[in-house]
């Protein structure tokens, strides 16, 4: 019988008395399986016994984790990845062949569109930006050679939202598949699968590990979906995960509700705190009820999440000099982990869109995006406020 979320973290993939009564799961650390007769391996080869035969094809490690986050994300299968660009790599070019045309949210993932930016000029797969704020906006996008909508939700760094419900309704007249990188809310907060969405990545990198130690991607999908990307980009691409990673995951996941309603209630605080202070001008929080997008946050998601995004006011220098100004509150790119971090987005991960461009994102100077931590929300502050007053002070001068 399925279990709740809070019990799949924990017992979702692996059952101990399939090896010696283990309480956690092994890390089978093996590159390759023998098998114990030529026979045998002839059946494995020819998919007419079950069993693992090479780690790039399959380990038990990785198998634990790749049930885990299928049920997790309410999906038939999942499949483990090297990083989260791999598992986006390898379901994007599983879905689309030479000629192609891709509809993706109006913000994505650097990477994700260096990879688009990569697929044009190789293969001629175009792409194209669209807010989706509407059915309209959306069907107007849509060509004949659309196979995909690719949506990242709440986008990376401004916190806008897009309505999953409303591109699927879209896209399923179209009979386009809708692929959602899910790694800002975690399956514990959305799970656009159950929402009619095709495909959800994961960077596990970040909640899903939670720790900051590991460079990890998940896909979730259909068996169907799933094994085809196993036995094509994945197994010819090669880009899989280690078995002392996916054990590292399968560690981090059984915390991840624990995590995410401590990294939520801690978020919650401290967008309260920033709004009321001087220096900053605007506050970006999905779960904030005054966010222009709540109506869908509500509708989609369990809670708000552990990222802010805010303005400050000064200039790109005010903003630089906040940032070194704080003590316990880390300068890294990155998120979802144990410790509070904050980044740049204009000369970090965005640098490289180009100005223009990214001031009609939204994405100023003045923006700084917050991940929050796990440590007391006071003590987050405190080192928040001493910054922000440094910077008041100076301007007041
Ligand atoms: C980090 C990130 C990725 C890339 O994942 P890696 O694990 O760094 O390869 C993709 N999408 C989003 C939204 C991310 O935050």
Redesign the pocket.
Known sequence: MKKRFETSVIHGGYDSKEHLGSLTVPIFQTSTFTFHTAEQGEKRFAGEESGYIYSRLGNPTVTALEETIATLENGEAGLAFG????A?SAVLLALTKANDHIICSPGL?G??FGLLKLMKEKYNISHEFCDMKDEEQIRQAIRPETVCIYV?TPI?PTMKMIDLEMVVKVAKEYNIKVVV?N??SSPYLQQPLTLGCDVVIH????YICGHGDV???LAVGTAAFINEVAMTTQKDIGGIISPFDAWLLLRGIKTLPVRMDRHCSNAVHLYQALKGHPTVKAVYYPGDAEHKDYEITRKQMKQGGGLISFEIKGTKQDAQQFLNALHMVKIAV??GDAETLIQHPATMTHSVIPADVREQMGITDQLIRLSVGLEAWEDIWEDLSQALNQIQMAETV
């Open positions: 990083s989260g660009m791999a986006v993932y990477c994700t990242e990376n990188d790694t800002f960077s596990a990198t970040k460079v990890a991607g990155s998120l």
